[in-house]
């Protein structure tokens, strides 16, 4: 079977900085009463994608979407700030922007995409499936080689449902309670190549998987294969990929300097297997569905409670960080396992003041950059 060499698929690892750090914040683009802009944030985007010394400001395949991008850091402080002055940008120019994985009450039906070659591209594969816009909270970590990257791969696929669960914000779909703590992934599993990461021993095995995904499904390159985690060999990071967007600045530092930090602690305490596929797709799906209450598979294949498995993984992020003065942000986290976690915080919310609130709420909290 035909198989695509390295360097026709772009999947050479480029050295990124050791541990370095990179944020893309997507927020919806909302009007005065929290509802989606749809066509009319064309013009608003038209006027607001620009590069800056603080990051860029982008469009995403929604036409009411829009992606902060930070320049490379050494650390979350680094990323924080930077996400605070783009926010604190759009906010100046009159803009409403809403973090939250899911819009709450956005209708179930055809969303407004943005034209460029590549969003044409799959919308033209993905038909109706691109329904409902969804928002993230990614971070990318460096790497300076492919040894260390699966090292920090391995290390942050094995806790990839906690960070699910912590960052779980998104209850509400199409106005109504999902049941979920976090139902954004129910929309992206039905998306093509948008799958949980698998198991990769050896450089050579991922390779050998990007190509044939590549191969299989006729696409450009390795970045339409939209693993839930991932290496991203043209930038040398890996990229976390299954956080809800946060409405909190404050709480996304937090889990930026905690994925810099088991990003540490996965180079030089490593895990010594990868869990299995399955394991990896059950402790997400229960993470999904109960939040920081589920129950899940540790690393070292016991079951415990997702507070515990969280706990532990905050002390060995804050271990490797507090030597170097960086662990203040992981009280965000700290604060998230001693709070009401934000979904029941929504749903408390609802339940009391009606949906309207809650869109002026999780709007009022993504413009106000010092929470």
Known sequence: MARRSPEISGLEWHPGGEFSLGGEDELFLVDQRGLMLGPAAEAVMSTLSARGAHGTLKG???????ELETPICSDAEGVHRSLQRLRSSLVTEGVRPMAVGLHPSAGFGAADLAASPRYDRIGGEFAGLLRTP???FQVHVGAPDPATALKVYRGLRNRLSVFRALAAGSPYWHAHDSGLACVRPAILRSYPRTTMPPALPTWEAYVE????????????DYSYVCWELRPQ???GTIEVRVMDAQSSLARAAGLTALVQGLARHAVESPDLQDLPDEVVLANDLRACRYGLEASV????GSRRPMREIAARAL???????????????LDAVQA???EPPEYVRQRALYERDGMPALLADLAARTANVDC
């Open 60 to 66: 995403e395949i929604f036409v009411d979407e829009i």
């Open 134 to 136: 969804t928002a993230a």
């Open 209 to 220: 998987a990007i190509e044939l995904a590549v191969w299989a499904h006729e696409v450009p």
């Open 233 to 235: 060999p043209r930038l």
């Open 297 to 300: 598979v540790d690393a070292d």
């Open 315 to 329: 002390d060995d992020a804050r271990k490797h960080l507090t030597p170097d003065g960086l662990d203040g942000l």
């Open 336 to 338: 998230i396992l001693v």
